[in-house]
């Protein structure tokens, strides 16, 4: 099996776990023998299930290469784009990729699937059946028809023609309100879960007739002249092919805290203490300190470095707008090479722990609105301050003035209290080198 | 006026903006026009506006000095029970400071008032009537009688012999279950809001009686062998010559956060969000990221670097078998000299932010088992390490090795980050000199 997972932007509703640089589907919420996985881990382990031998790509856009290669290591295909243009020209170069990259040939099934649906390994097998339905070329576009389990206000409806297992589809129809919705599962109609499953030539082809490219480099060399289209509409609705499958296994989808927490198998990760009076209370608690609830119900907390939700389950999911209000400092980030946490924040100073992992290092670089003090409190490394290597260990101090060219190189986890100083500190203030060796 | 207030010791049950070194008096909660002020400070503004001459004494342990220096200032005298005896021999040795130290008269009165009553200036004037009534010399003791308002169950009360302004007293009752309280109150009841006045000889003879000493300065040296009996049991029960003034103003018990954000007057303090669907709901945020709230009803959200507590606010009354279970390190503390923020903590080394006031230092000190880095982040003063002193501005670094001695004087406000590096890192691990200058 082929499979593209559509990795989307920051999940503003899962508010102070997900940031602008940290989505929902990064969050480690999920409970496993070995601690917590988050949903990317968790979709990608049961695909690696049903199918061992499975081709997984990653659409996503830059700023989450590094949460993915933190999380999923380096046997993932990851199809970058350079900048945010809807899911038509995301698909279109993850295709592209697949075929000019991966060398996927163009008789092959590729399956697209969200990256966060919270559901069980038959999905994954339904998603295998997809793929082989869409092979046999028995239509352009074969789809997964989700059984609905409720008349849902709030998702997308397809209605096939017939009751069968496998079904040709009629029409689609958007969120209906409650009555309509239920008129549409009377007639046997599914729940939108965004899946579908195409021969790879046939979106190719779709591609070249919407899009003026070559190959793979020369998409994403021209991806931010794209136009901004759904692949919704830019092929689904234009296409009279289309076949459905029906799948009537767990589906959930995680975008609020209500539903969140309705998939966490404990009530609290983190640090808490709930009295006997708490009822349906779920915590998720990110920092060093205990979060204690008393007498609470329908209630969810969430503790960040970023900021702390109390909210009624229900009302969380009307979290957006609140958020968007809210302009802060990121406090905290996973990158591939490990982690910083911003600990202290005054009007010229910002002090931070920096956790790099074995073997990893910095980007070689300088600011030149900043002097910066390194100093080692667990671990071992190397420094390379202006070209001048030195081992280093706890306890170390290196000082670095603005301009001077700087990085450090983890040989085993090396953690780093680094105190930047200087007026106008900022993120976008770093010069990259190459570190020459 | 003189007045003693007694200053109690660590309020759990405002976790977690108290904690061992900080108790709730000393929570700045109270808006004024500068800004928040906290119990101890209300109440002192309050004294003085109705007696700008009255003599204020905290008694309180060695543990509060520093808060109470750095939010009163030098203006107040202040008698260190060396470890914790009860009221008796705390009023006892308050008592012989007042005498001995401050050289009041064994003829004038004394008012001894607990440090943490939410009152209006009434109050006070009513404290300086009883403390003439004292004087008068009428009865031994004179009690203030808080009109009950409701029938509590958690008051004790004193039934006076009738229902003048002033009366003797018949007899007290501790805590009764309601209807008993509404029979009290029926008679005439008040509750015992702790307040008493007496001359000053009285309670010097009545501490001799029980306490074999000669002075201050003995009763301070052998103060830890004293027994530990309440003022109450020693004194009140065994006097029959007691009047009791009537106090109908205002005035509340802030003990418990739903008591205590009765008297806030916004809703909220520090950075908090809160949506309409919100109601009753209060949010005292120390920490530097905002707390959002979303659909609560009668609930209290508390969070700065010891925790964070969300409860509804009938059961925030409960907090304390909870608190009792959460051992931690102490995160922040206020001293006389400045504060210091604890911001990291791994294994082997902890990082904080000190702050420190201008003109003051830290004690001269070494630590036996850990190394220290010091990088000044605002400010300017002269570091002391080993004899050798140096001036230092932001951007400063200098590291100390265990078993060196060292201070830090800050000649403008100055914040520094200090990294602590060892295997045993402990408060305890801290050798005090003398600085020869």
């Known amino acids: 099996?082929?499979?593209?997972?559509?990795?989307?932007?920051?999940?503003?509703?899962?508010?102070?776990?997900?940031?602008?640089?940290?989505?929902?589907?990064?969050?480690?919420?999920?409970k496993t023998e070995n601690g917590y996985e988050s949903m990317v881990q968790r979709v990608f382990r049961q695909i690696r299930k049903v199918d061992r031998g499975a081709k997984v790509t990653v659409a996503t856009?830059?700023?989450?290469?590094?949460?993915?290669?933190?999380?999923?290591?380096?046997?993932?295909?990851?199809?970058?784009?350079?900048?945010?243009?809807?899911?038509?020209?995301?698909?279109?170069?993850?295709?592209?990729?697949l075929h000019d990259i991966q060398g996927v040939s163009g008789e092959e099934a590729v399956v697209v699937c969200p990256v966060d649906p919270y559901v069980e390994d038959d999905y994954f097998a339904a998603l295998n059946r997809l793929g082989e339905l869409a092979r046999s070329g028995e239509a352009n576009l074969a789809l997964m028809g989700i059984q609905p389990?409720?008349?849902?206000?709030?998702?997308?409806?397809?209605?096939?023609?017939?009751?069968?297992?496998?079904?040709?589809?009629?029409?689609?129809?958007?969120?209906?309100?409650?009555?309509?919705?239920?008129?549409?599962?009377a007639r046997g109609a599914l729940w939108n879960g965004g899946v579908f499953a195409y021969r790879l030539n046939y979106l190719l082809d779709k591609a070249h007739e919407l899009i003026d490219f070559t190959d793979y480099e020369d998409l994403y060399a021209k991806y931010d002249t794209l136009e901004k289209i759904s692949f919704d509409y830019a092929v689904v609705e234009k296409e009279s092919s289309i076949q459905v499958m029906r799948f009537a296994g767990e589906w959930k989808d995680l975008g609020t805290w209500n539903t969140l927490t309705?998939?966490?198998?404990?009530?609290?990760?983190?640090?808490?203490?709930?009295?006997?009076?708490?009822?349906?209370?779920?915590?998720?608690?990110?920092?060093?300190?205990?979060?204690?609830?008393?007498?609470?119900?329908?209630?969810?907390?969430?503790?960040?470095?970023?900021?702390?939700?109390?909210?009624?389950?229900?009302q969380s999911s009307y979290i957006k707008p609140y958020v968007d209000r809210i302009h802060q400092q990121v406090m905290f980030a996973d990158k591939s090479w490990g982690s910083f946490q911003v600990v202290d924040i005054e009007e010229e100073s910002m002090?931070?722990?920096?956790?790099?992992?074995?073997?990893?290092?910095?980007?070689?670089?300088?600011?030149?609105?900043?002097?910066e003090v390194w100093t080692v409190i667990s671990g071992e490394g190397r420094t390379i301050v202006d070209g001048m290597e030195q081992p280093v260990k706890a306890g170390d101090?290196?000082?670095?003035?603005?301009?001077?060219?700087?990085?450090?190189?983890?040989?085993?986890?090396?953690?780093?209290?680094?105190?930047?100083?200087?007026?106008?500190?900022?993120?976008?203030?770093?010069?990259?080198?190459?570190l020459e060796r």
């Open 262 to 314: 309705e998939a966490m198998e404990d009530s609290s990760i983190g640090e808490a203490v709930m009295n006997d009076s708490c009822e349906n209370v779920h915590v998720i608690n990110e920092l060093d300190v205990p979060v204690l609830c008393m007498g609470l119900k329908d209630v969810v907390v969430s503790a960040s470095s970023e900021g702390i939700l109390v909210s009624d389950k229900e």
């Open 149 to 185: 389990t409720y008349p849902s206000e709030k998702y997308g409806y397809i209605i096939p023609v017939d009751q069968e297992e496998i079904s040709r589809v009629d029409t689609f129809k958007e969120k209906p309100d409650e009555d309509t919705a239920r008129a549409y599962i």
């Open 351 to 371: 002090t931070v722990k920096v956790t790099l992992n074995p073997g990893h290092s910095m980007n070689y670089h300088s600011h030149e609105r900043r002097d």
């Open 61 to 97: 856009s830059k700023t989450q290469v590094s949460a993915l290669h933190n999380q999923l290591g380096g046997n993932v295909g990851i199809s970058v784009e350079p900048c945010r243009r809807d899911t038509f020209p995301a698909i279109a170069l993850a295709s592209a990729y």
């Open 1 to 30: 099996m082929n499979i593209i997972l559509l990795s989307g932007g920051s999940g503003k509703r899962l508010w102070p776990l997900s940031n602008e640089i940290r989505s929902k589907q990064f969050i480690k919420i999920f």
């Open 397 to 434: 101090v290196v000082t670095m003035e603005a301009g001077c060219r700087h990085t450090i190189i983890a040989d085993t986890e090396l953690k780093v209290i680094e105190v930047q100083l200087g007026r106008e500190i900022s993120v976008h203030d770093k010069h990259k080198y190459e």
